[in-house]
């Protein structure tokens, strides 16, 4: 006996010995579609350029994936993003996912995907902008954290940057708004459960140096964590970047208190680690800079926030060489000193220093005070050599928010309109205006530091 089926316009036709029988084709039947995002919170900034995306992953049993419609089906403020503020692109079950900002604040953003049959699911994607900055196309922002507070490049348009609030350090990618791509926390190698107040690092090949604030905390009480420089060891660059920790070394305030007592108290450094005494003051205690000195692997560069040198207003930026630094760090040898560099920075104060391979340094100054985001900071040209006086290279502006705290890398300075990423301490800005700093933010994909491009006068 010989069968055949033929299915034509969604029936059945069972040929069996010549005789056709009609029977009802089975129903096509299809699941509830699934959405998922690859993160369910997102800061975005008006006006900004390459702001974070989102990965919107989409299926349905019964259909190919490409069937399927991904788009912002409602907008809790749409002052802030409305649904069609929301972009979404690609065909197969992942898509991409940005929002342009229109004004300062929140909104909840309903994602909704569409698929056959009708059936639908949403998820919500809980969005934040913050404001319009000046030279929105030179602006980046690094999401994760807000109390950047050093930088170091390392090749391949990837930086590590550092965190004032905890022990974590983060890659990004300098061109990009975003996450980090990876992130290590040595807290636990450095035998630390609070934040070591990391303010400054440099590289030489491949081991980077970082420092703490070596200061007491805000209300004048010493914190030992703080009281570090550490090392961590690069491998690989770029977006393959890994890093190890090395070794650390926890007397160098002391170090330096010693030394200044044995030469007559010059800066006032036992009176400014003094109990009670807060490290932001004109005549406090707080390194937020750390550098090589010219062709040297041996002598660091510790630059002051404060003191300033005399410490009254008007007075000099400090910087102290540490001539055995790489054996301090080696070995755990006791640090020796140089004499302090004192330089004319129109009254303001280290608050980081970086130099290139030609030993072309730029100082980023800014003020000693703690609350100084509207202070005045400027771009200092220097050679690094005791007693050469550094040149004004740009004055820096300060009406958006966050303070100006980290210098990527320096590039060739000889070079007519020369360009140089900074990086801001946002921690005590509110970004989105409902009053929260952005240290306190309840989601750290809200939280964020500003990268901006300047360029050289």
């Known amino acids: 006996m010989k069968q055949q089926q033929l299915g034509i316009a969604g029936i059945a036709a069972l040929v069996v010995a010549g005789t056709v029988t009609v029977v009802p084709a089975r129903a096509v039947t299809y699941g509830t579609p699934t959405i998922a995002l690859s993160a369910s919170?997102?800061?975005?900034?008006?006006?900004?350029?390459?702001d974070p995306v989102?990965?919107?992953?989409?299926?349905?049993?019964?259909?190919?994936?490409?069937?399927?419609?991904v788009s912002a089906s409602a907008s809790s403020r749409a002052s802030v993003a409305g649904?069609?503020?929301?972009?979404?692109?690609?065909?197969?079950?992942?898509?991409?996912l940005a929002v342009t900002?229109?004004?300062?604040?929140?909104?909840n953003l309903t994602v909704k995907v569409t698929g056959l049959g009708g059936k639908t699911a949403t998820k919500t994607l809980y969005y934040a902008a913050s404001s319009a900055v000046q030279n929105p196309a030179d602006a980046r922002y690094f999401t994760g954290a807000s109390d950047s507070s050093a930088a170091v490049d390392v090749g391949g348009g990837y930086t590590v940057v550092a965190d004032d609030e905890n022990n974590v350090l983060r890659l990004y990618d300098r061109s990009a708004s975003g996450a980090p791509v990876r992130t290590w926390d040595f807290g636990a190698q450095l035998g630390v459960t609070k934040e070591v107040d990391i303010e400054g690092a440099t590289r030489i090949g491949n081991t980077i140096y970082w420092t703490?604030?070596?200061?007491?905390?805000?209300?004048?009480?010493?914190?030992?964590?703080?009281?570090?420089?550490?090392?961590?060891?690069?491998?690989?660059?770029?977006?393959?970047?890994?890093?190890?920790?090395?070794?650390?070394?926890?007397?160098?305030?002391?170090?330096?208190?010693?030394?200044?007592?044995?030469?007559?108290?010059?800066?006032?450094?036992?009176?400014?680690?003094?109990?009670?005494?807060?490290?932001?003051?004109?005549?406090?205690?707080?390194?937020?800079?750390?550098?090589?000195?010219?062709?040297?692997?041996?002598?660091?560069?510790?630059?002051f926030r404060a003191p300033l040198a005399p410490a009254v207003?008007?007075?000099?930026?400090?910087?102290?060489?540490?001539t055995n630094f790489d054996r301090v760090l080696s070995s755990g040898a006791a640090a020796t000193f140089g004499a302090g560099i004192e330089l004319d920075l129109g009254g303001l104060s280290v608050r980081d220093i970086r130099k290139n391979a030609a030993?072309?340094?730029?100082?980023?100054?800014?003020?000693?005070?703690?609350?100084?985001?509207?202070?005045?900071?400027?771009?200092?040209?220097?050679d690094?050599?005791?007693?050469?006086?550094p040149v004004k290279r740009a004055d820096l502006p300060t009406t958006d928010p966050g303070g100006w705290e980290a210098i990527v890398d320096v590039p060739d300075l000889s070079v007519a309109g020369a360009r140089v990423q900074l990086v801001t301490d946002s921690g005590s800005a509110d970004l989105y205006g409902d009053g929260v700093e952005a240290k306190d933010l309840t989601h750290p994909e809200w939280k964020k530091a500003r990268a901006a491009w300047f360029t050289l006068n």
């Open 384 to 389: 690094g050599i005791a007693g050469h006086a």
């Open 54 to 69: 989102v990965k919107v992953t989409v299926g349905q049993s019964g259909a190919d994936a490409s069937a399927l419609t």
């Open 212 to 303: 703490g604030s070596l200061g007491n905390n805000k209300d004048g009480i010493y914190k030992a964590p703080r009281n570090t420089v550490f090392t961590t060891t690069v491998s690989g660059s770029g977006a393959g970047t890994q890093l190890a920790y090395g070794r650390a070394y926890k007397r160098l305030r002391d170090d330096l208190v010693a030394w200044d007592e044995a030469n007559g108290d010059r800066y006032g450094f036992a009176a400014g680690t003094a109990d009670g005494e807060a490290p932001k003051q004109v005549d406090g205690f707080n390194v937020e800079g750390l550098e090589f000195a010219p062709g040297s692997t041996t002598t660091a560069y510790v630059g």
């Open 313 to 322: 207003l008007g007075g000099r930026a400090l910087i102290v060489p540490v």
């Open 83 to 96: 649904t069609g503020d929301v972009t979404v692109t690609g065909a197969g079950a992942v898509r991409q």
């Open 41 to 50: 919170y997102l800061s975005g900034a008006v006006g900004a350029v390459g």
């Open 359 to 382: 030993d072309q340094y730029l100082i980023l100054a800014g003020s000693w005070a703690a609350d100084d985001n509207a202070d005045p900071y400027a771009l200092y040209q220097w």
């Open 101 to 107: 900002a229109r004004g300062r604040g929140y909104t």
